[in-house]
């Protein structure tokens, strides 16, 4: 797929480092088919598009959250197959985000747990100060 060079479009580094990734890992999303063929200048070089960019985002968004590879394939699976899709990913989407709000309501405990210690040292600092 020839693309036009007449839309702005950036090379592999430049969309890797538009959306925080390496070069590898953006190569590597494309061969485990989460990204589809992108479009290429007359030299054959991989060119990304904002709409390729955008979904990068998405990606590398779900991929922070921490979805699975295998959901995010069959997220982009989906993806492809149009419409008559709707409902699968928005279900997909709900069973992530709920993984998701389960790991941010672990991460508070945590958090208060080192809160809790951060503020016991600080304390005992103090009295061995006063000694």
């Not at 797929?1 to 990734?21: C, F, K, N, Q």
């Not at 709409?51 to 921490?66: I, N, S």
């Amino acid at each position: 797929m020839d693309i036009s060079t007449r839309e702005s479009t950036l090379t592999v580094g430049e969309a890797a480092e538009r959306v925080g990734l390496t070069t590898y890992t953006l190569r590597w999303y494309e061969q485990e088919g989460l990204v589809a063929p992108v479009g290429r200048d007359s030299a054959g070089r991989r060119r990304y598009t904002a709409g390729d960019v955008d979904w990068l985002f998405l990606l590398t968004r779900l991929r922070r959250t921490g979805m699975p590879v295998r959901d995010m394939r069959r997220y982009a699976d989906l993806a492809r197959q149009g419409d008559g899709t709707l409902g699968a990913r928005r279900a997909l989407f709900e069973a992530h985000r709920a993984r998701v709000l389960a790991r941010m309501a672990d991460l508070t405990e945590d958090l208060r747990v080192l809160d809790h210690k951060i503020d016991a040292y600080r304390r005992a600092e103090g009295r061995c100060e006063g000694s």
